[in-house]
Nanobody
């Protein structure tokens, strides 16, 4: 399995920005669709964004469209999530994950299709 480590979380005021990073341990990173998910206290884990292994296609949850941007650098085996105009409801632990299927053609949003997960990074947005 790909080992994933998230970083970049923190405390920010509403309207502010943060950039999350997800570093992968293996070159197989470049063959996997990658995703960001989040889990707020007392809530189920939810999809945030995903990016195809090639970087040519992305998918976002409606709640973050226009505010968050997902990207990846396969040469650095790292994925990013630029979060702008943050809201208190964005407060959660953010996880990165790798799709289990190499070179899959679709960008999926279901967490059950992602087999490798990071430990999470806390994002707190104050009002």
């Amino acid at each position: 399995q790909v080992q994933l480590v998230e970083s970049g979380g923190g405390l920010v005021q509403a309207g502010g920005s943060l950039r999350l990073s997800c570093a992968a341990s293996e070159r197989t990173f470049s063959s996997r669709t990658m995703g960001w998910f989040r889990q707020a206290p007392g809530k189920e884990r939810e999809f945030v964004a995903a990016i195809k292994w090639s970087g040519s296609s992305t998918r976002y949850a409606d709640s973050v469209k226009g505010r968050f941007t997902i990207s990846r650098d396969n040469a650095k085996t790292t994925m990013y999530l630029q979060m702008n105009t943050l809201k208190p409801e964005d407060t959660a632990v953010y996880y990165c994950a790798a799709d289990t299927r190499p070179y899959y053609i679709k960008v999926e949003a279901s967490s059950s299709l992602f087999g490798s997960w990071g430990q999470g990074t806390q994002v707190t947005v104050s009002s």
